[in-house]
């Protein structure tokens, strides 16, 4: 059967991942409310369709940061892809690269950096980005991923301590011995210190404030980007900040539960930047109507995280390949389909909302 659909790839992922590896990549905080809520949130959401448009040519492209991509959707950071295929995120990087869209490599991942960049030398990437209690190790990477031509760093902010995730608790989940986190590779000496996702516990800065915003921009060039907004209070203080850009997210419903699902925090967050940077926006996307929704609603651009990791299950590169293009079609199809025949044309009078 051909997979024709996200679902699909979602299906093909939970039946041929071991356990521990799929509830590590499925999971939520706690009871998993906001992760849930992230998807039925856009089911809220209905699309006001304009007719008789004249839409026979149509074109997806969009620009974030200033550089053209042949659609609104990137692949968000997630960690340790080659938990989910051999060749990790090697192969997401091709995937990007081939479709022409944006990638966030993570800091968590089963790859380096330098294999990352090697593996796809003309892709478009940004690097996520944590702080911890030693600015070193964060300054070097920084150093590292400028050097190797990442065009922005994105600064995750809503990770001061790791969220509650049940079934990792359950499972006792960690990297198998043949996996590391990649960027890291020989930085921790052993330690009796317990390990969490792949590095000594702890070693997350829980300090992080506004100020090291500012130290950031002291030690690059390169735009920062921050991930893990969701309050129009926080988007104010980040332009006034001088960031490049906003991601609303609430990293895939796996920090907090009971926050609010990201499209329902977008418009308060767009109303606030009114245009002065780029807001984008995860968590939930689905579909390419969903992708529409997200546009209409403010969003420049959308980022996808479990889906990736669905399509590097299925069939590696190709899969990965496989889930941007069915959203690049879905969204143009979605798109003309309400009377749009570019990605200006979209714009807040095509959405309302209704309660289910």
């Not at 979602?10 to 039946?15: S, T, V």
């Not at 995860?282 to 969903?290: E, K, L, V």
């Not at 980022?303 to 293009?325: C, H, N, S, T």
């Amino acid at each position: 059967m051909p997979l024709v659909c996200l679902t699909d790839f979602e299906q093909y992922a939970k039946e041929h991942l071991s356990k521990a590896t799929w509830d590590y990549y499925a999971a939520g905080a706690d009871e998993c409310c906001t992760r849930d809520d992230n998807l039925l949130a856009y089911k809220r959401i209905r699309l006001r369709p304009r007719i008789l448009r004249d839409v026979s040519v149509s074109d997806t492209r969009t620009t974030v940061q200033g550089t053209e991509i042949s659609f609104p959707v990137g692949i968000a950071p997630t960690a340790f892809h080659c938990l989910a295929w051999h060749e990790g995120e090697v192969a997401t990087a091709r995937a990007t690269e081939a479709v022409n869209t944006c990638y966030i490599a993570s800091t968590y991942s089963t790859c380096s950096v330098e294999e990352i960049a090697a593996a796809a030398p003309n892709g478009y990437r940004w690097f996520q980005l944590y702080v911890y209690r030693d600015r070193k190790l964060s300054e070097q990477i920084v150093h590292r991923v400028e050097a190797l031509g990442f065009k922005a760093l994105v600064l995750t902010v809503d990770v001061p301590y790791t969220g509650k995730r049940r079934n990792d608790i359950r499972n006792h989940f960690k990297l198998p011995p043949h996996l590391k986190v990649k960027n890291f590779d020989g930085v921790f000496q052993e330690t009796a210190v317990p390990e969490e996702y792949g590095i000594p516990a702890n070693t997350l800065d829980p300090s992080i404030s506004w100020k090291d915003v500012y130290w950031l921009q002291s030690i690059t060039r390169l735009p920062v980007i921050i991930k893990g907004i969701l309050t129009k209070e926080d988007a104010e203080l980040a332009v006034e900040h001088g960031v490049q850009g906003i991601i609303v997210s609430n990293h895939g419903g796996r920090q907090l539960d009971g926050g609010p699902a990201t499209i329902d925090a977008l418009s308060e967050i767009v109303d606030t930047v009114q245009g002065r940077i780029e807001v984008y926006l995860d968590g939930g996307i689905r579909t390419g109507s969903d992708v529409l929704k997200a546009l209409a609603l403010g969003a420049k651009c959308v980022f996808i995280g479990r889906p990736a990791v669905w399509g590097l299950a299925y069939k590696g590169e190709e899969g990965v390949r496989d889930v941007l293009q069915i959203l690049n079609d879905e969204f143009r199809l979605s798109m003309v389909l309400s009377g749009c025949r570019n990605v200006s044309e979209i714009n807040r009078n095509l959405v309302q909302a209704s309660k289910l």
